[in-house]
């Protein structure tokens, strides 16, 4: 499984971007988005299931951002909208073939390059 991440950038407070993560090789049976801030913790944003398209979101997302594929673009998106000067990070796209919205969270074998998102206030 190989990703590609897109669609970062510079964007003011209250405004919104898109990330894609093209996927290529073999399909994953789940995608996901994780990002990390400076001298934080790398941290869940979101997942969704390749087949149903099911998603889960990380508390600090929750109606601000959406996940969702195109499976015929082989493709997973993240819509972020409302976005706060704390969402500034690196994001990353990444793939399991587990479960992705397993409780605990299942380990994810495949990452993309991370791509900076910058919220300015």
């Known amino acids: 499984v190989q990703l590609q991440a897109s669609g970062g950038g510079l964007v003011q407070a209250g405004g919104s971007l898109r990330l894609s993560c093209a996927t290529s090789?073999?399909?994953?049976?789940?995608y996901a988005w994780f990002r990390q801030a400076p001298g934080k913790e790398r941290e869940f944003v979101a997942a969704?299931?390749?087949?149903?398209?099911?998603?889960r979101y990380g508390d600090s997302v929750k109606g601000r951002f959406t996940i969702s594929r195109d499976n015929a673009k082989k493709t997973v998106y993240l819509q972020m909208n409302s976005l706060k000067p704390e969402d500034t990070a690196v994001y990353y796209c990444?793939?399991?073939?587990?479960?992705?919205?397993?409780?605990?969270?299942?380990?994810?074998?495949?990452w993309g390059q991370g791509i900076l998102v910058t919220v300015s206030s």
């Open positions: 990444a793939a399991s073939q587990s479960y992705v919205l397993a409780i605990p969270r299942p380990r994810f074998d495949y």
């Open positions: 090789g073999r399909s994953a049976s789940g």
């Open positions: 969704i299931t390749w087949s149903g398209g099911s998603t």
